[in-house]
């Protein structure tokens, strides 16, 4: 085989959580030829894929000697996994639909369609919903959103905050009130979240997405950042709104 080929190999480690994971990331991040990596912390084995250019085990072993961990022997990787395909992201579609469905079904019942009505029915329906999935298992997703987000990667606890804030939005959104205060909030809380995904998805590793807490697996992806700058774009419209229309009954 040419030791300059493309490859991808898996590796049995002793890492044990998201905040492990951080600490071998500058390693691994700063290594040019590892192309992309990842690690399954809810994985028994703990396994660390790399994919990259002479990454076999001595490779590996050296790369978490450096971060203080070990790489303890290479897995069987003669079955490769199929990329993502539709079907990984068919709940957080399916779900979407619902939603949109739901509310063009209220504004059908209204009489008319009011976007800005519209829009604050989508945002409650949305965090409400999201919230719900991560509160399943919340100490899983606080983990999981650790390994990408930048205040849960700086204060644990705000992973395990997020959910609840997420349900006092869709909350507030539902029952309409809070007004200009839930849509700023909203901006900021989705705008930094925005900023970790994207931060992500230009750094080499492949992680788990959140969004839906540990339910479903779904890779991080182009998908997750289309939902959190739609979200961004939606609550910058409201808070916009919300200006203007408190400026007017000034």
Known sequence: MDVNQMETRIFR?????????????????????????????????????????????????????????EALDEIDNS??????????YFPIVLILAYLVAFVALAQVRAGEWNW????????????????????????????????????????RAYGYMYPFIEL???IAYVGAFGGLITDVLTLAVMSLSTVGVTRSLLKKHAIRCACLGTVFNLPMSKITLIEDLSMVVISAIMTVAAIVHTGVMR
């Open 116 to 155: 800005m009505s519209a829009m604050r029915n989508f945002m409650g329906g949305f965090f409400v919903t999201f919230s719900f999935f991560k509160l399943l298992n919340l100490s899983g997703f606080a983990v999981a959103y650790a390994t990408y987000d930048i205040a849960a990667i700086r204060l």
């Open 13 to 69: 480690t002793n890492l044990k959580c998201a905040s492990c994971v951080a600490k071998l990331a500058p390693v691994l991040d700063s290594d040019p030829g590892v192309t992309s990596w990842s690690v399954a912390v809810d994985d028994p084995r703990k396994a660390l894929t790399l994919t990259g250019k002479n990454i076999g085990l001595e490779f590996a072993k050296s790369a978490l000697r450096k971060a203080g961990f």
């Open 168 to 170: 006092g939005l869709g």
């Open 79 to 88: 079955v490769h996994r199929a990329p993502p395909s539709y079907k990984t």
